[in-house]
């Protein structure tokens, strides 16, 4: 047989995919992989009921239907400040993942340097690397998970082409401050960088903080590639829905991406998904009480057992220190395994998410409703017996 791709070899599976595995085979409670057990708006359930049986059920136009691309730039154009046109600056996509994925395809030649910060998503490496690009790492320093900008621009003087940017991010449940996007941006405009960005928490965002979109920034728009997704802000992960929004000299290299790559999205979901892109704003402040709700329980629920963590400013993620219920020489992708097993309660070790050598950091997520939260919480009281 001759030699396969070289790439696998320099990244792991998804240890976040794992763990949801490890929970169904031990009936635990899966706080590791990010979907809610609750359901999505009334709105969609009722527009997709409707369009099961009147279509469309066949093709799409490849770049997205017209009314769902309209929609995503109505929205857009209120975020940005500025008129998104839905026929040359939208793309509809299978997730942010595909978003990221063609964007990536689109901008990289092999060999280029992509910044990203650490923690990060793990899909983030892995797709830099299917580019036969370099990725680079600055380090969001915990507890707080601030970043230095002198570190920031030596990644960028030694050569980047693009950084990165999970906004809120995921796992730190960081929400980027403007002084903080604006360094970011100022960096990226004086390095001549693209900025690619990854908003799919962008409604869940908490309390003294602020969602700041890098498109909307002065100079910016013409190097910043948004990718999103419908999946967090209406509970509809298994839809599989994205968007990716760009000036048009880079989104017709991304179109090029997606029209091989994909062909087209699910054409009936499409159709119901624009009911809930055309949702009143009540519903925005209802969804971020919702989450500020399960926050809250949860955050409270650590401080009672006496966890170490770092309440997120956004997301619906907690990461957790947990080295003090570890036994030594355990390795965290151990401990969450064994965790799965004698809690059960399934969370992801931190070696997914961190550049840096971690131990004990785990990330779980509260997107679940309260008997969920209470019972994990209530398994969770048993941590010390980890040590036995």
């Not at 728009?221 to 967090?232: A, P």
């Amino acid at each position: 047989m001759q030699q396969m791709s070289t790439r696998n070899p320099k990244f792991n599976s998804s240890l976040i995919r794992m763990m949801t595995r490890v929970a169904l085979e031990n009936d635990a409670i899966n706080l590791a992989q990010g979907f809610p057990d609750f359901d999505p708006p009334k709105q969609l359930l009722d527009r997709l009921a409707q369009v099961s049986y009147n279509g469309p059920h066949q093709y799409p136009i490849t770049f997205g239907a017209v009314n769902y691309r309209r929609a995503v730039a109505a929205k857009c154009s209120e975020h940005f400040g500025r008129t998104v046109d839905p026929d040359t600056e939208v793309l509809a996509t299978i997730g942010s993942t595909e978003a990221m994925v063609d964007t990536l395809f689109a901008l990289t030649n092999p060999g280029d340097r992509v910044v990203m910060f650490s923690p990060f998503f793990e899909n983030y490496k892995a797709q830099t690397i299917f580019c036969d690009c370099e990725p680079v790492f600055v380090p969001l320093i915990p507890p707080t998970y601030r970043f230095d900008a002198n570190v920031l621009e030596e990644e960028f003087k030694k050569g980047a082409k693009a950084i990165i940017l999970c906004n809120p991010a995921n796992p730190s449940g960081r929400v980027f401050t403007l002084e903080e996007m604006t360094v970011i941006a100022d960096l990226c405009k004086k390095y001549d960088v693209f900025c690619i960005t990854d908003e799919v928490y962008e409604y869940i965002v908490y309390e003294g903080h602020k969602m700041v979109y890098m498109a909307s920034l002065p100079g910016m728009w013409e190097r910043t590639i948004s990718c999103n997704s419908l999946s967090k802000t209406y509970s509809i992960t298994g839809w599989r829905l994205g968007y990716v929004t760009a000036c048009k000299q880079i989104m017709d290299r991304i179109k090029q991406y997606h029209d091989f790559n994909t062909v087209g999205n699910p054409a009936p979901l499409m159709e119901a998904a624009v009911t809930g892109l055309t949702l009143p704003d009540s519903y925005y402040e209802e969804f971020t009480a919702h989450y500020t709700h399960m926050k809250d329980l949860f955050c409270n629920g650590f401080r009672s057992i006496g966890i170490p963590f770092t309440e997120p400013e956004g997301t619906y993620f907690v990461l957790a220190d947990m080295s003090p219920f570890m036994k030594k020489d355990q390795t965290d992708e151990e401990f969450c395994v064994a965790m799965a097993k004698k809690l059960g309660v399934a969370v992801v070790p931190g070696s997914s998410f961190f550049n840096e050598p971690v131990h004990g950091i785990v990330r779980l997520h509260f997107a679940k409703v309260d008997d969920t939260l209470n019972e994990a919480l209530n398994r969770l009281q048993n941590i010390r017996k980890m040590l036995d």
